[in-house]
């Protein structure tokens, strides 16, 4: 009797630290490394942080390969990046190495850039080649493409200019 006692206290306190994750997951998708930080910042002990998380996977709310797909498909749509800059973001959500690499062997650096630079050069068009090529070179260094995915793509669009 007092083993049941037990379980359904355990249950109605898990209760409300469990409705803080649920809504904190309704705004957005998040990984199981957020809700733990967000959890532990509401003052939740441990033991109950673990029980939730398994909760969350179970009723499949949380899943780290589902989220790492889902940001990377809607960055590389919306504001493309480079795969060392999407592997950096991940890493800081707290999303496992082999997940990662799994999600981002379908996309390639050259096509991100070559997306990435699209709609600017309709703002750059009217620049002189040396302003044009300093824009460009600075604004795919800033998204995490190496040297020579810049120079890549510089070429493409000069190119295309003349």
Known sequence: MKIMDSFSNNTKKIG????MAIKYL???????YE?????????ISEDFIKKIIEILLEKKYLDDRYFAKFFIETKAK?????????RYELKKKGINPS????????????????????????TWHRLDNKTFKKKMMNFLRYRGFNY???LATLTHFIESRD
């Open 16 to 19: 409300p630290p469990l409705n």
């Open 26 to 32: 309704a705004y957005q998708p998040r990984t199981v």
């Open 35 to 43: 809700i733990q930080e967000y959890l532990k910042k509401k003052g």
């Open 78 to 86: 919306h504001k493309p990046k480079s795969k060392f800059a999407f």
């Open 99 to 122: 997940i990662i690499d799994a999600v981002l062997t379908h996309y390639d650096d050259q096509d991100l850039a070559l997306k990435s630079v699209r709609p600017k050069i309709k």
């Open 148 to 150: 020579d995915i810049c």
